[in-house]
């Protein structure tokens, strides 16, 4: 009999995400029978519940917004870098508990590719994402990085995340990102919309890297502004696909995981929901 293992994304509302697309594709590709990953609605309140009632079969938990912060409530273990970040992104089932942890931040790093030390991040907006974009952007070498947002207390909130990372911080308001956007790596993290007037304002250098967060709709007036000038962009896919990867590769124990199926499967997802 094959021995079953479960997985899931959890989150609230989570029945758009692809990433069971993602997962299921890995698993096939694998060979590995018996795996299944599926999507489960869950808000904050529910998800200690929701972890504690999990049988001895479930392997993992992918955890999308409004949960991870939360995340790191219900864990007996908690990663050097979720710790750091404040939020967690999965959950891996241990010897009497869960491991959080943020496969976030190497997922931003492996997305963004070769970015040179010492290079000057900006970063728009100061939500969770944001979090995870201040400490990727010490693991790739930055000599600083700005947060740009309408809050100055959502700024000065992810003040201890670049204290934790060690990467030296700025803080600026919403009115002053056009010039924040001279950066050598430019990470927008913000919703649907918000920085869309922006894309008429910036004047792109061509060597700036555009991280773009969203992927619905693609492209965003920011990212089609900025590939014409000539930047190179990375998208929400990209991340996407890096954070479940290293998600992947946790749940399963197995390594590497089948990037090119699972990156195949994601585009094919997204492609029949457009």
Known sequence: MTEVHRAAVLGKPVAHSLS????????????????SYTA????????????????PEWAGLS??????EVALSVATEITPVAAAVGAANTLVRVTGGWRADNTDVPGMVDALGGVPGGASFTVLGAGGTARAAIAAAARAGAAGVTVVARRAEAVA??????????????????????????AD???????????DPLAAEVAWRPATVLFDAL????????????AAAGCRIVSGLDLLLA?????WEQFTGVRPAPRAAM?????????SRA
């Open 20 to 35: 069971p697309a993602i997962h299921n594709a890995g698993y096939a590709a694998a060979g590995l029978a018996g795996w």
């Open 185 to 195: 790596v430019v990470i927008s993290t913000v919703p649907k919309g918000v920085a």
């Open 40 to 55: 489960v609605e869950c808000a904050e309140s529910e998800l200690a519940g929701v972890v504690a009632g999990l049988g």
């Open 243 to 247: 954070q479940a990867v290293g998600q």
């Open 63 to 68: 955890l999308t917004m409004p949960l991870k």
């Open 263 to 271: 990156r195949a499967a994601l585009h094919s997802a997204r492609t």
């Open 157 to 182: 909130d992810l003040r201890p995340v670049a204290e934790a990372v060690g990467v030296p911080f700025a803080g600026a308001g919403w009115d002053e990102a056009k010039r924040h956007a001279g």
């Open 215 to 226: 992927y619905d709709p693609w492209p965003t007036p920011l990212a089609a502004a900025a």
